[in-house]
């Protein structure tokens, strides 16, 4: 992560080097961009970038941070606006996503890009931010919930936040918004309902 000297720079010149990773990073997968070029376009030393990072690696995990710290204040805020039912959370977090995508625009589009570009490196860093399941289960509400157990709560949460990220990043790139969120209300429906035949559910895990 970045040196206490990136954060005290001025925010004008930290938001110049973060707008320079992110449109050298939305072009093409990590491995390809050359730091030189980064550096080239936040208009700073070579020798000014080490004091606030230690490489590359450390300057694209800290953009994917930087994104996924905005997702988890967003997430928190929709579930308390749904009165802490992580099932009402994946609607009203997408229409919230889609609508701040919206007026975003080309950085939000960029930071799209990204994650495209580099599926299995640490993308998922942005998708589920650190510490993202954890401040939910603790703002979540558990009486509407038929699940007891903290790891199960833990494993619906996951789901929730992949298939609500799955839903934006198909809008994002093109698909209709209204078939993605209905086929968004559709997966929590069936989390809802259960699909198991009663007479065939065992325990799991034990």
Do not use: W
């Not at 950085?107 to 599926?119: D, K, L, Q, T, Y």
């Amino acid at each position: 992560m970045p040196t206490s000297t990136f954060f005290n720079l001025p925010p004008e010149k930290r938001a110049k080097l973060l707008r320079a990773a992110v449109g050298e990073f939305s072009q093409k997968p990590y491995g390809e961009v050359p730091l030189s070029r980064i550096i080239a376009g936040a208009g700073i030393p070579r020798g000014s970038f080490y004091q606030y990072f230690s490489d590359k690696t450390d300057l694209f995990v800290y953009v994917l941070s930087h994104y996924g710290g905005r997702l988890k204040q967003l997430v928190l805020r929709c579930l308390e606006d749904c009165g802490g039912d992580l099932l009402a959370l994946p609607a009203a977090l997408f229409d919230a996503m889609t609508a701040a995508f919206a007026g975003a625009g080309e950085e939000i589009r960029a930071v799209m890009a990204i994650v495209r570009h580099n599926a299995g490196f640490d993308a998922g860093r942005l998708c589920q931010p650190p510490g993202l399941a954890e401040a939910l289960l603790a703002a979540a509400r558990t009486d509407t919930l038929a699940l007891e157990d903290d790891e199960d709560r833990r494993c619906l949460a996951e789901m929730l936040l992949t298939a609500t990220g799955q839903a934006v990043a198909a809008a994002a790139c093109g698909q209709d918004p209204a078939l993605c969120r209905e086929r968004l209300e559709r997966k929590v429906a069936l989390l809802r309902r259960g699909v198991a035949k009663q007479e065939d559910i065992t325990p799991c895990c034990k």
